[in-house]
């Protein structure tokens, strides 16, 4: 968990390779979805573009089928979900085990720094920063010497209204998170705040 910009994507790059486990991002399927046109893109653009988020049953529906592939058997990572209290109550219905809850806790100045200055390479995943983490070769991919993208969202604009969307709908799942923890309750995932500020590395070596 985390704001729009606070390092999931990245630190998520550590874990998956760490662990061997596939990364579940839902802004990363919605990209994909939006690249190749589908039906789902198509209604999920307009949305991701002013920055609000796109309805429950939907993302619900697509994690649901996401965690029954055979690569997720052994474990997964969630990265931008849930993102919504009824996101989050689903995924305790459906007894979807989650043994850690991370929270990167980042400022919104130090967001909107992040944000501003980000480059990805989709394909990959890979991501970088025009500043903290440049890429070797001018807005070109390291491994593969592709060009870099900026994201759609990455506009100051749409970032000041992505904080808001999440300080109002997904800040309440941390309270949520830290209760269930605190329950004792046998299922109860464990959770764990991690401050933001500082290099790649330093908050790498916190997870
Ligand atoms: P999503 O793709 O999840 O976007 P987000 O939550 O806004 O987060 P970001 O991907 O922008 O940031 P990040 O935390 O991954 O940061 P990163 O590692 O890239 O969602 C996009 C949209 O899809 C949503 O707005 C919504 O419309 C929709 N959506 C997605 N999931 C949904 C859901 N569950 N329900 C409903 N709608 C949903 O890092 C950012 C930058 O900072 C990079 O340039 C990086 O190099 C740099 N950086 C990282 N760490 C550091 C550091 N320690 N120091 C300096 N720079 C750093
Ligand atoms: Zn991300």
Redesign the pocket.
């Known amino acids: 968990m985390?704001?729009?910009?606070?390092?999931?994507?990245?630190?998520?790059n550590f874990i998956k390779e760490h662990f061997g486990i596939p990364q579940i991002?839902?802004?990363?399927m919605?990209?994909a979805a939006v690249k190749e046109g589908t039906e789902l893109g198509l209604m999920?653009k307009k949305?991701?573009d002013e920055?609000?988020?796109?309805p429950?049953d939907v993302?619900i529906g697509l994690v649901k089928a996401r965690i029954a592939q055979p690569d997720c058997s052994k474990g997964f990572l969630f990265?931008?979900?849930?993102?919504?209290i009824p996101?989050a109550d689903a995924m305790k219905a459906a007894k979807v085990p989650l043994q850690f809850v991370i929270e990167?806790d980042v400022s919104d100045e130090e967001i909107v720094r992040?944000?501003s200055?980000?480059?990805?390479h989709p394909a990959s995943g890979r991501?970088?920063?025009l500043i903290?983490?440049p890429p070797r070769v001018d807005e070109k991919d390291d491994v593969t010497g592709e060009p870099l993208i900026q994201?759609d969202?990455?506009k100051e604009e749409t970032i000041r209204k992505?904080l808001e969307?999440?300080h109002a709908q997904t800040e309440p799942l941390v309270e949520y998170y830290a209760r269930w923890s605190a329950s004792g309750e046998k299922d109860a995932p464990k959770y764990v705040k991690i401050t933001?500020a500082?290099?790649?590395e330093?908050?790498r070596d916190a997870i």
């Open positions: 985390g704001g729009p910009g606070a390092g999931k994507g990245t630190q998520a991002s839902t802004g990363d919605l990209r999920a949305i991701m920055g609000g988020l796109v429950d993302i990265d931008g979900f849930p993102r919504t996101q990167i992040r944000l200055g980000r480059r990805v991501i970088y920063h903290f983490s994201r969202d990455d992505r969307i999440y933001g500082g290099s790649v330093t908050i």
